[in-house]
């Protein structure tokens, strides 16, 4: 999937991702960043992402800045 930067929490090392056509966003921590420091993530970034089930709701897995 693909979707867009749409906030970054930096303190806390989280962020969520705006997908069109998905009503709500997408959360995805630090530690699922690939092939880029987290660090180095903007708002506004287009990124790619596999969207999967946890105990607190969907979230963002594999993320790679497009």
């Known amino acids: 999937m693909e979707g867009t930067i749409k906030n970054l929490v930096s303190d806390k ?6 997908v069109e056509g998905e009503e709500k966003d997408l959360f995805f921590h630090k530690n699922e960043v690939k092939e880029v420091a987290f660090e180095d993530l903007s708002v506004g970034d287009k990124v790619s992402f596999e969207k999967a089930d946890s105990p607190k709701g969907p979230n963002a897995t594999n993320v790679t800045r497009i």
């Open 13 to 18: 090392e989280f962020g969520f991702i705006s």
